[in-house]
């Protein structure tokens, strides 16, 4: 019996040794296919740097201004604020890139597209939208407001006007 045992522990024990000696390869196998694969990696990423340095050492600064969404034909969301902001200081349609391109040439710089008066009109459509959305929000929250009113013939053309003012008549919308 006691050579049974024996035996069937050193079975027992050569099947472990060969266990172990499986997954000492095994791993082994694995850790030079993760530094193979890493090392690998690390070239790509290093290729990929010289790349982009080259680029930028060979980029020349653009005194070019986009206007333009280069994904898109539309105007950059720069582009709109900027016609937004003249329209609100009183610059007229017609006038906006006249404004924008003295600007520019102070600054050294040149715009890749300049809008049209349509598409000028169109930026301050959204404008108007936009302040109508904001006042809307606005009001929302507030209590106790008052709307006031004015209206004004010049030359054949009525032109109106609308306040609205708080409890405290302080704040007008």
Partial sequence: MLQQNATKLENENTELKEKIEETRTNKSETVDIDVSNLLTENQNLKECLEYAENMLL???PSNIVLT????KTVYSTQTS??????LSEGVGVHHVTNVMTHVADMCGKTFSQLPSVSTINRIGDQRVSLSYKHISEELSTQKDT????????KHGEV???YSIRDEDERNGY
Avoid at 68 to 71: A, I, K, R, Y
Avoid at 81 to 86: D, E, K, W
Wanted: glycine share 0%; charged share 35%; proline share 4%.
């Fill in 58 to 60: 060979q980029e020349e």
């Fill in 68 to 71: 333009t969404n280069p994904e």
């Fill in 81 to 86: 604020l900027c016609v937004m902001n003249l």
């Fill in 146 to 153: 008052k709307l006031q009113s004015d209206e004004t013939r």
């Fill in 159 to 161: 032109y109106k006007v």
